[in-house]
């Protein structure tokens, strides 16, 4: 692959030549191109950092022709030159005064770097990816293998980018194929920096999740191999490689396949049994990312991960500092997945239900949680209606913690009661609206005033996710009744004086759509409430009563 071939006739290219045919802006440019950025002095800093602000006069179009004319070969060898001087300043003498310009000389060209990956940055951003690879491969590979972050920040953002744009797939198909920079990738991920080393690995995610092609030949042979050595850093390094292989993984049944054969995973699978309660911890999250998929969750039951985390979980309180990780673990099943709650252990549901008892809010927070996700499909209804007597005392927990700080929690179980009463009209059967009807009673004494008064409380973010439990139970017969029969509620719903912020009227309006549109409320409240509802639902959530005003003259 030629490196800048269609600058061929760039360095031919002087100021005068240009000027009949490009603006002012280009022939500065340029005048600063043919002065060269070679010397290690604070004139060549100075230079870089004028052709830095000459670019910001200059349009993306015209710096684009600009760029298709011209070599930017003074740039790379620049970094090639100073890279070079670096490496000979430190076999100088340890004298005093040697290391002094050593020192002096490092600063400078760190500051020379940083000015050149902006300029850098800027010239590639203008470019058409499929150019970049084609005509900049080697120079990509110069600025990876580059000692300073910033310039190999820049080249990891452009090639994530050339993996990104699907209008260069020939040139993505070379990617994939290409060995030294995907080793050069590789190598970034155990970068001392975080950054390059995030980047590094966001550029390899990019690379592999459209391209099976890619996940084949980076998680297997020499590039695995050189893995396996980056890897060997220590933990940190690992797991980061640990993190991309589980991503990866998820995008398709093949990606799991190479995956699960690579060894990454069983390495990873291993750490849940070592006795550093930190590693069994990262391990549990890394694994938390595999049950996101069908394909993932299904590896991992074959490989005895689901039972191994049971009773992982079983023996939680011998290490009370794994329980968020496991918690999440668990949650992330139900989120990706509701019909495999099935795959939920017994002893999970239970410990949930105990834990909002807790006087550790941290530990309520994460059984509420679990209800919310839990809670959303009649699955997971069913599930937690076995737990019998557990789960009544557990809603009596929930109808004490939405009454009491803190306000983060008091918001997430009051979410977690919406999704627990939600009901969609073709799931609605006698049995299950009864369950959730004897539910709701076992709140407090009176459940329907407790979830009120939290929606006349002066706090948005509360007072929205009460409605939202109305929201939950308006299209319950039930339900209904209940609000129909409350004194005050009819006065309260079409009242639009009690809400002040836009997002508790918009919360107010979604409760009376739905009571308006429920083929049971005319029979519950009566044709004309109903029909005071449809004109309020007519009106919008917005509306604002406007009184006329008759002058009247002395």
């Known amino acids: 692959m030629a490196s800048n071939s269609n600058n061929v006739n760039g360095s031919a290219m002087s100021a005068t030549n240009l000027s009949t045919t490009d603006d002012p802006s280009s022939v500065h440019l340029l005048k600063l191109l043919e002065q060269g950025f070679n010397s290690n002095t604070n004139k060549s800093l100075l230079l870089l950092i004028d052709f830095r602000t000459a670019l910001t006069a200059v349009t993306q179009t015209q710096l684009r022709t600009f760029v298709r004319n011209v070599s930017l070969q003074p740039l790379f060898a620049c970094l090639k030159i100073s890279t070079t001087s670096t490496c000979c300043s430190s076999s100088i003498t340890t004298s005093s005064s040697s290391k002094a310009r050593s020192t002096s000389y490092s600063e400078t060209d760190r500051e020379k770097h940083s000015v050149i990956g902006a300029i850098l940055s800027k010239i590639f951003d203008c470019m058409e990816a499929d150019v970049i690879l084609n005509q900049f491969r080697e120079e990509l590979l110069l600025c990876l293998d580059h000692s300073n972050e910033s310039i190999q920040l820049v080249c990891l953002k452009q090639v994530k980018r050339i993996a990104g744009d699907i209008k260069c797939l020939s040139e993505v198909e070379a990617l994939c194929n290409d060995v030294g920079l995907l080793t050069s990738i590789i190598t970034r991920i155990g970068d001392d920096c975080l950054l390059v080393a995030q980047e590094a690995s966001f550029t390899l995610d990019a690379i592999c999740s459209n391209h099976i092609m890619a996940v084949h030949f ?171 007597l557990l789960m009544n005392e557990g809603l009596a927990q929930m109808g004490l913690i939405i009454q009491r700080p803190p306000v983060e929690v008091r918001i997430r179980s009051l979410m977690a009661l919406a999704n627990l009463f939600s009901l969609r009209d073709d799931e609605q059967t006698s049995g299950m609206l009864s369950i959730l009807e004897q539910w709701f009673m076992k709140i407090s004494n009176n459940s329907l005033q407790t979830i009120l008064a939290i929606c006349q409380q002066p706090f948005p973010e509360l007072k929205c996710a009460a409605l939202s439990v109305l929201k939950a139970l308006a299209n319950q017969e039930w339900a209904q009744r209940l609000m129909n029969q409350h004194c005050g509620f009819h006065e309260y719903l079409l009242d639009r004086k009690t809400e002040h912020e836009q997002t508790g009227k918009h919360a107010k309006y979604d409760v009376i759509k739905v009571l308006a549109k429920s083929s049971t409320s005319a029979h519950t409240f009566g044709r004309p409430f109903v029909l005071k509802m449809m004109e309020y639902v007519k009106e919008g959530p917005l509306y604002k009563i406007v009184q006329s005003k008759v002058a009247l003259q002395d």
Do not use: W
């Open 218 to 388: 980076i998680f297997s042979g020499s590039l695995l191999g050189h893995i396996g050595r980056v890897a060997s850093k220590g933990d940190i390094v690992k797991y980061r490689f640990f993190e991309l292989a589980t991503k990866v993984a998820t995008y398709s049944s093949e990606s799991m396949m190479v995956i699960g054969n690579c060894g990454l995973l069983q390495d990873l699978i291993l750490d849940l049994n070592t006795d550093d309660e930190l590693i069994q911890m990262n391990s549990i999250e890394m694994l938390s990312n595999l049950v996101c998929s069908k394909h993932g969750l299904l590896y991992m039951n074959q490989q005895g991960v689901l039972s191994t985390i049971e009773n992982m979980l079983i023996a939680s309180e011998v290490k009370p500092i794994l329980l968020p990780s496991l918690f999440r673990f668990f949650i992330t099943i139900c989120k990706a997945e509701s019909s495999e709650v099935s795959l939920l252990p017994n002893c999970f549901l239970k410990l949930s239900l105990d834990l909002l008892g807790s006087h550790d809010m941290s530990l309520v927070a994460n059984a509420v949680d679990a209800v919310n996700v839990v809670g959303l499909s009649v699955e997971g209804k069913e599930a937690l209606l076995k737990q019998g």
